[in-house]
Every structure is written in structure tokens, then in C-alpha cells.
């Protein structure tokens, strides 16, 4: 039942917030927000939302401007902020891999590995993982801030740069080659500390999370269901995947069956055809909102 409390909730401002707003539509929150504005508005009284940066937001949520946000593995990395990690939610803006930051330098280039780059110039938005990445491999180079195009500076403007990538396509697209991944990094949702010892909004916070990681977990999966005749079922039952336990339910045709079943997306399309050879039929696949164990 609503109440007169608020959790202050900050979502990521960028190439991630449209996705964001995507799944929080799945978990069953509705988020609108005009183009200029940073204060959206959802459908939740209990909530208040605000836009920030990823990679400033962890700052904000350690010094408890909001309650709880989400933003990437790498910039909590990169800020080195205090705070609580609740869950990872993997998502991205284009796919559901895992965000990477690589060591690339242009194609032409000598360097093989960090160890060439001694004396070098590097240059990155994620300056002091970078730095912590160099001392580890007891390599001492420059590491300079950039402010974007960073994969048009090598050769000219520096030796090599750290810049994240889903697909490499970018990199491979401005002569660029990997010689090293420094970390991967997934949006996770996090809290200030002293929010996370408040029942009420650790509570809150937890409800959300579950929801978040049931809309990730049905990106994957779809729901199947199809009319199997008696005579049919143990053939259609062997064809569905062996750790799936479909429901099955008597029709009100005498010997006849509806089977349905959650599966991963990726395998329907060999399935589908296996399943019909096999006696299935009124073959049925449905998008999933939530997936809740």
C-alpha cells in the first residue's frame, strides 16, 4: 500500500537509458521523461527518479544524494566508491554482453603487449583504473584523459588508448587491434550505505531488484505452448529440453493434451519443426515479461 516515504532512485543518463527504461517497463514500471529533462516521472508514488551520468553516479549514491542507481561495474571501479552492490543486471545498449575496456593500439603499430607501451602515452575516459592496471603490470606510461573520439587518436595523438567495446566493431573500424582487456563490467544496482540500513527502503529496494532480475532473465526465454495427442506425448516430451518440466493439462478433447513449456529463445527455431514432426500442433510462442524463480 502506498505511503508518504520515498526512495530516491537514480537511472543512467546516456546510451544506456533507453534500454533502462525497456526493463524497467518489464519489471512493470512505466518511466516517462521528456528529452531535456533529468527528473522522470513512473508510476510508482514511492519512487523518485533522477538522471545522472554513470560515470559520475556512484559518487552521488555513496555521498547520499539518492538512495540507490544503477551504473556500471567500471565507473564504481573507477570512483572507488563505498557503497552497497544489491545485484548485476546484465544489459547493454546493444546486446546483452558484457561491456568490455581493451587496450588497443592502431594496426600498423609495433606494440604486441602493455609491456611495450613503457614510456608511452595512453589515453582513456577510465584514467585511474587504467593507471592501477599499469602498475600491476609494472609498466610506467602517461595515461591522459579524453574527451572523446578516443579511437581516432592513436597513432597520432597517443600510442595506444583503454576504451570500451561490446563488439569490437567500432575499434576495428578506425584501424584499431586488442592487445589486452583490463576488466568487463555490467550495470549493477547499487546503494548508499545508510539507505541500505533503513528497513523500509532496503525493503523497497529488494522488491525492485527482484523484478529487475526477472524482466533480465526473460530476455533470454520465451513460453511455449501446443496441443500433443496422447498417442504423442512421450516423443514431444523427449524432443523438449531435459531440465525443463513442462506444465501438462488435459484438454477437453479425450486424449489430447496442452503442453507449456519456458524455453531459451535461441533454441526454437530448431525446435519448432522437431516438435510438429513429432505430433505437436496450435504450436504457440509467447514473449515473457518477468521470469521469477
Known amino acids: 500500500m502506498p505511503t508518504n516515504k520515498k526512495l530516491k532512485i537514480a537511472l543512467p543518463k546516456g546510451s544506456l537509458e533507453e534500454a533502462t ?33 554513470p560515470q559520475e553516479m556512484s559518487r552521488y549514491i555513496e555521498d547520499g544524494i539518492v538512495d540507490c542507481g544503477l ?3 567500471d565507473w564504481i571501479l573507477e570512483n572507488e566508491s563505498d557503497i552497497v552492490e544489491l545485484c548485476q543486471l546484465q544489459y547493454s545498449k546493444r546486446t546483452s554482453n558484457p561491456v568490455r575496456w581493451v587496450l588497443a593500439v592502431h594496426n600498423d603499430s609495433p606494440f604486441q ?18 593507471k592501477n592496471y599499469l602498475k600491476k603490470n609494472k609498466v610506467t606510461a602517461e595515461v591522459e584523459f579524453s574527451w572523446g573520439a578516443t579511437e581516432v587518436k592513436p597513432p597520432r595523438l597517443a600510442d595506444a588508448i583503454v576504451e ?37 527502503k532496503r525493503r523497497k529496494m529488494e522488491n525492485i531488484v527482484l523484478l529487475l532480475e526477472g524482466a533480465i532473465r526473460a530476455q533470454q526465454k520465451v513460453g511455449l505452448k501446443m496441443n500433443v495427442a496422447k498417442k504423442d506425448l512421450s516423443k514431444v516430451l523427449e524432443i523438449l529440453p531435459a531440465l525443463k518440466k513442462p506444465t501438462i493439462s488435459s484438454l477437453s478433447a479425450e486424449g489430447w493434451y496442452d503442453v507449456d513449456t519456458i524455453i531459451d529463445e535461441h533454441v526454437v527455431r530448431e525446435l519448432i519443426p522437431a516438435l510438429k514432426k ?12 518477468k521470469v521469477i524463480p
Do not use: M
Not at 23 to 39: I, T
Not at 169 to 198: C, E, G, H, M, W
Open 71 to 73: 551504473t556500471g561495474h
Open 21 to 53: 527504461y525497456q526493463l524497467f517497463k518489464k519489471a512493470g514500471f512505466v518511466v516517462s521523461v521528456s528529452s531535456r529533462s533529468y527528473f522522470p516521472s513512473i508510476d510508482d508514488s514511492e519512487l523518485e527518479v533522477i538522471l545522472f551520468r
Open 278 to 289: 513429432a505430433g505437436a500442433s496450435g504450436i504457440i510462442e509467447y514473449p515473457l515479461n
Open 164 to 200: 570500451a567495446t561490446e563488439t569490437g566493431s567500432s575499434l576495428r573500424a578506425n584501424n584499431l587491434r586488442i592487445i589486452d582487456t583490463l576488466l568487463t563490467s555490467v550495470p549493477k544496482f547499487i546503494a548508499n550505505k545508510k539507505s541500505y540500513q533503513d528497513e523500509w
Open 113 to 130: 603487449s602493455v609491456k611495450d607501451l613503457q614510456g608511452k602515452k595512453i589515453v582513456t575516459e577510465l584514467v585511474n583504473a587504467t
